[in-house]
């Protein structure tokens, strides 16, 4: 296969404009501020930009309630301030996808006003009604402790109506043709705008037959991921879509059907199992969890993630390896949310210890699949607990040890959302000024890893296996393309610890990257030495072909 398969070699970096860098100065983020800064990421070595939500909202979830899909909110800039953006991020070979919501609707939307307001509508059937309150209204909230039910009762239609989410976020009828078609407009729209594809918000609710009543075999769950799929391959070459779907790994072949559904999907189970591994100082949930995971193949690929804009949810693992990870990871009631998460950011949840964050980031860009960094989190930011829910994740970028971290040049009391200033993780501590300076930051560090991963494709296009050097601490893993090899070792203890390094067929180990500089060359069934928490990325022998 040739490699021209773009997403399985990208550093995927996720932005929220809202929060990114405020041009105007009007207290919120928006499309010229993050054009302005579109250097850090080139330094950083991005190749491809996520966008969080960004069209016209009420904003009762971040953007993720959309009132219009095809423009842009007024608050970030105008639609020219979107293709300036654009052209801005294409001049520096940086892709751009965007987040698209086609779940649910915010209730102001005109279609779900129309809806509601008159039986007759053609917009009635857009969403999901009933006369009678459903008897598992109480079942299956996404965010328990917050909503209570995802059925609403509404006084205008006479009729409750489906949300998965929030009361505000009203479910489309995915099974409508009307709403498949117009689930392909919006597609058409910014892909004509030269996006290179989409994350597809919340995909196992968006196949989800809603309760409506169907003749069996009537409706086949997938066929709009191919359709979307299919439809998006025909406009735009290239472009991708990256399924935000916690799923077992039993459903995930049937999602991506060899990349001609979804050419991604977050790994939320690894992201989970990683996370016990850190708390647990041990590899070895990490690595079973890898011996279980499917391989996608043509065009398929994991995403992998450590932090997102959500809360860090570990809804899939047992009730024992969750209070685990809780006590180790987030101990105090007000951090833990919908109770499954942890509503934290990395660098507080490993207490800012800089080998152990090394040692996650490390992992990050050498699990196989392709890596997605949340804002942020090159430089360690913290979370504000002050805050509700997930927005605890979401303060302001913390650019310098400037007034407002020099996010923006509002008053302070007009910023939409309070900048981190307490603590050993506030702005005047942690800042991407201060770390491009600093030899040792986690930006420097994190800025080599993304450099190093870029020029091992090994890692992105290529086979790998599991590599036994019989300790549970240490998770070592061997890739191979084109006849090229890599291995990369990690310690999850914080002891050193000291094992032979033999694999089948490598005589040599040449040093990539590691925890530390100083580091030589190893022979075969030599000594690997390793500090706690340390890692290393190790070329062997063997040219590329
Ligand atoms: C998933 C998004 O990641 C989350 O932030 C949002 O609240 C829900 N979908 C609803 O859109």
Redesign the pocket.
Known sequence: MMPNLWYKNAIVYCVDVEKFMDASGDGTGDFAGLADRLDHLERLGVTCIWLNPFFPSPNR??G??ITDYYGVDPRYGTLGDFVEFMHAARDRGMRVIIDL?V??TSTDHPWFQAARSDENSPFRDWYVWSKEKPENAHEGM?FPGVQDSIWSYDRTAKAWYLHR?YDH?ADLNTANPAVREEILKIMGFWLALGVSGFRL??VPFLIDTKGMKLEPGSFDPYSLLTEMHDFMAWRRAGAVLLA?ANIPYSDAPAYFDGGDRMNMIFDFMLNQHLFLSLARGTAAPLRHTLQNRPRPDGLGQWANFLR???ELDLGRLSIAEREEAFAALGPDASMQIYERGLRRRLAPMLEGDMSRLKLAYSLLFALPGTPVLWYGEEIGMGENLALPE?EAVRTPMQWADEPNAGFSRAATANLIQPILADGDFGYQNVNVAQQVREPGSLLRSITRLVQTRRSTPEIGWGEWELVDVGRDDVLALSYSWRGARVVTVHNFSPEPVSFPLEIDGIDRFEPLLADHDAQSAILRGETLDMAGFGFCWLRCDGPRK
Do not use: M
């Open positions: 979830d971040n993720y309630d919501v779940n649910h996404v989410f976020q918000d919340a935000e997102n804009h959500d997930r």
